[in-house]
């Protein structure tokens, strides 16, 4: 259980985090931007979520992406246990998600990553986001009916029979960039 203490501190930290991004960037070019609603960013974290699953083994040295997964994970249970924490979660999994593709660049400078690691991790954040945002209503909606917890873990049995079609995606993105 999450005390408020540590709630507010999460909600100053990652303020500041939002500060800090909007200062890089304007709202308009980030990644989330054009996503119709909130159930399309429900579906690319969801999407994300299962994608990193072994990456964030991999790659211990690159704590955000751990971190990434973690607020992925929390955010996906209080989504479907309808928690009053749900959109501040979402929130916070946005912003770790953006400034995830930043620091992928540093952690290739400071040798946490390769460039073929760092093209990998960058180009499933690419292809999540965007199918997640692209996808048409009816599907988005079939995603999230069919996404239920399993042993006390999230489980969405739809998206894990998208992921070998995913992963060509994330190839092809992977020869573009």
């Known amino acids: 259980m ?3 203490s540590l709630k507010e501190t999460r909600e100053q930290v990652f303020s500041e985090f939002e500060r800090k991004l909007l200062a890089l960037r304007p709202p308009e070019d980030g990644i989330f931007y054009l996503h119709p609603d909130e159930e399309h960013l429900i579906v690319s974290h969801a999407l994300c979520y299962l994608m990193i699953r072994t990456a964030v083994k991999q790659h211990s040295r690159l704590k955000s992406l751990f971190l990434l997964r973690k607020y992925e994970e929390e955010m996906l249970e209080a989504w479907l246990t309808e ?8 929130r916070y999994c946005n912003l770790i998600f953006e400034g ?3 620091e992928l660049k540093i952690s290739v400078q ?3 990553l390769t460039p073929s690691q760092a093209n990998r991790l960058g180009s499933i954040l690419v ?5 997640g945002g692209d996808m048409p209503d009816e599907e988005a909606w079939e995603l999230l009916d069919d996404m239920d917890f ?6 969405c049995r739809k998206i ?3 992921l070998p ?3 060509k995606w994330v190839n092809e993105e992977m020869r573009m960039m």
Do not use: C, H, W
């Open 160 to 162: 894990e029979q998208m």
């Open 110 to 112: 400071y040798g946490f």
């Open 165 to 167: 079609q995913l992963k």
């Open 127 to 131: 292809v999540t986001a965007g199918y």
């Open 2 to 4: 999450v005390t408020s």
């Open 150 to 155: 399993e042993q006390n873990k999230i489980r």
């Open 83 to 90: 928690s009053p924490d749900f959109s501040n979660l979402l």
């Open 100 to 102: 995830l593709i930043y």
